[in-house]
């Protein structure tokens, strides 16, 4: 039954099957038993029912019970014996393990889509990107919703399931449920994919080399609720902003906000709602230092403990400038990022001045505060073990009007040298609309990486409707955009105290 044709997934090009796929056959009905609904796509010792695209051949074998993925770029589709059961709602699941480097993905499809199935993608390992696939971890809807942290470590068996209720997907890694989407009606236009039978189960293979294992691949139909009565996820405005980001999406950007806090009355479900809602994904960080709830190791492992398993990024803000004396390097080190600023400094009376309350910033000489503040900033990315600089360019109120004038080019200057040797990244502020476009220009032409942050004070998260100015503005690709480094890389690990 093959013919094929060439279908890009997983950001390589692969063979897509043809002929009419996703049918499951009476044979793999009666071997399941179906006593609780459920339906074997895998007899545990070959790929019957399984077809190969064109110069698949050997990606896919069995052994030891399980499907293996290896070898050249393919794809296989479940074809069963041909006949269709077609239904609107279902659930399909699979144990999978990964091997370092394994980069893979599974489609599925419902009728209500039409025939263009979409990528659930596959992929847990930590090293550095070598590409724009390598960003996008297990759960990443790809095209609609990224997942950039990995759940599951390689060499770990976890459960991957997709339950499809009409147009809306659910993806779950384990029990965490990382995506909930609704597959745009419009979707095969938008995505550039070309019609095709409806198919229900592919994997793709999409990188040679590394190894992905597959074991009880399962399919059950769901109850058929009427349309109207369907539950629905909150779904992005459609409007300008909401557009912008779903081009991003579909571009694969990696579009995270690093800089998300549980206050305010923000709790963490809420939060992590409206990442799944907005498709950006979070960094949410806990406030250390004096006077803040978490000023020591107790705090920060407690936070810790509340955040496992979480579909974020995990940060830690340091305050202050004897952050450092808080909490121990090994704790700090178990959270994904460290990242601070330069908004509480020692002042030219020799206090600890917080420059965003007014009663305890003194500035007698406007220039003379911007040396100390330059210095304090070059001494912060040079000595603190941190990943990001955020609010940057911040100014007190006091003489945030004079901000052109009093930030100079040699100024600006020596911070980014600062950054650029020490290997910081620069937060670009939503709540600020911090730092100015020449900063950030200067700052990606000296190879500075870049985050987005909101750094909200109650539940209202925005959409990072600056970051999205400044990414088009400056030019900003996902080459420019940092992510966190991998464990024996972090800046506390390796930058000495």
């Known amino acids: 039954m093959a013919v094929s044709r060439v279908l890009a997934v997983c950001g390589l090009t692969v063979f897509a099957l043809l002929p009419i796929a996703g049918l499951l056959t009476g044979v793999a009905r009666a071997a399941a038993g179906e006593s609780d609904g459920w339906i074997s796509l895998f007899d545990g010792k070959t790929l019957a029912g399984w077809e190969e695209g064109a110069g698949t051949k050997g990606t896919f074998r069995v052994a030891g019970g399980r499907i293996v993925a290896e070898g050249a770029v393919g794809v296989i589709a479940y074809v069963g014996d041909g006949r269709p059961l077609e239904f609107r709602n279902f659930e399909f699941r699979t144990d999978v393990l990964t091997k370092p480097g394994a980069s893979f993905g599974v489609c599925v499809n419902s009728p209500v889509w039409g025939p263009h199935p979409v990528e659930v993608h596959v992929h847990n390992s930590a090293a550095p990107a070598r590409t724009l696939e390598d960003l996008l971890k297990t759960g990443t809807l790809v095209g609609f919703r990224g997942q950039l942290k990995p759940l599951v470590p390689d060499d770990r068996w976890f459960t991957l399931r997709a339950v499809v209720r009409g147009r809306r997907i659910e993806v779950y890694v384990d029990a965490v449920l990382v995506t909930d989407f609704m597959v745009p009606k419009d979707f095969g236009a938008t995505m550039g994919v070309r019609?095709?039978?409806?198919?229900?189960?592919?994997?793709?293979?999409?990188?040679?080399?590394?190894?992905?294992?597959?074991?009880?691949?399962?399919?059950?139909?769901?109850?058929?609720?009427?349309?109207?009565?369907?539950?629905?996820?909150?779904v992005a405005r459609p409007d300008a902003v909401g557009t912008e980001i779903r081009r991003l999406l579909a571009d694969k950007f990696p579009f995270a906000d690093f800089h998300i806090h549980l206050k305010g009355g923000l709790t963490l479900d809420e939060a992590l709602a409206q990442s799944r809602r907005k498709g950006i994904f979070y960094g949410i960080a806990a406030n250390c230092g004096l006077g803040f709830p978490i000023h020591d190791d107790r705090g920060a492992q407690e936070f810790l403990r509340q955040m496992a398993g979480q579909p974020c990024f995990v940060g830690i803000q340091a305050e202050g400038r004897e952050w450092p004396t808080l909490v121990s390097k090994e704790t700090l080190a178990k959270f994904d990022y460290?990242?601070?600023?330069?908004?509480?400094?020692?002042?030219?009376?020799?206090?600890?001045?917080?420059?965003?309350?007014?009663?305890?910033?003194?500035?007698?000489?406007?220039?003379?505060?911007?040396?100390?503040?330059?210095?304090?900033?070059?001494?912060?990315?040079?000595?603190?073990?941190?990943?990001?600089?955020?609010?940057?360019?911040?100014?007190?109120?006091?003489?945030?009007?004079?901000?052109?004038?009093?930030?100079?080019?040699?100024?600006?200057?020596?911070?980014?040298?600062?950054?650029?040797?020490?290997?910081?990244?620069?937060?670009?502020?939503?709540s600020l609309r911090l730092p100015k476009p020449e900063f950030i220009k200067a700052a990606k032409a000296a190879g500075i990486r870049f985050t987005l942050g909101t750094n909200n004070g109650d539940r209202e998260l925005g959409r990072e409707e600056y970051g999205l100015e400044m990414i088009r503005t400056c030019g900003l690709t996902w080459q420019d955009m940092w992510m966190p480094k991998p464990e024996g890389q972090k800046p506390i690990q390796v930058k000495g105290r």
């Open 195 to 234: 019609a095709g039978p409806t198919r229900r189960v592919e994997l793709l293979n999409c990188r040679p080399g590394a190894q992905t294992w597959l074991k009880d691949l399962r399919l059950r139909r769901l109850a058929d609720e009427p349309a109207a009565t369907e539950p629905q996820p909150p």
């Open 338 to 430: 460290v990242f601070t600023d330069a908004m509480t400094i020692v002042d030219h009376r020799g206090r600890r001045a917080r420059l965003w309350i007014k009663e305890e910033v003194d500035i007698p000489d406007a220039q003379e505060f911007m040396e100390l503040l330059v210095r304090t900033i070059e001494d912060i990315l040079r000595h603190e073990p941190i990943d990001i600089y955020a609010n940057p360019t911040y100014l007190p109120a006091i003489i945030a009007a004079d901000y052109d004038r009093l930030w100079t080019p040699e100024r600006q200057r020596r911070v980014l040298r600062a950054a650029a040797e020490n290997g910081v990244a620069i937060e670009i502020s939503n």
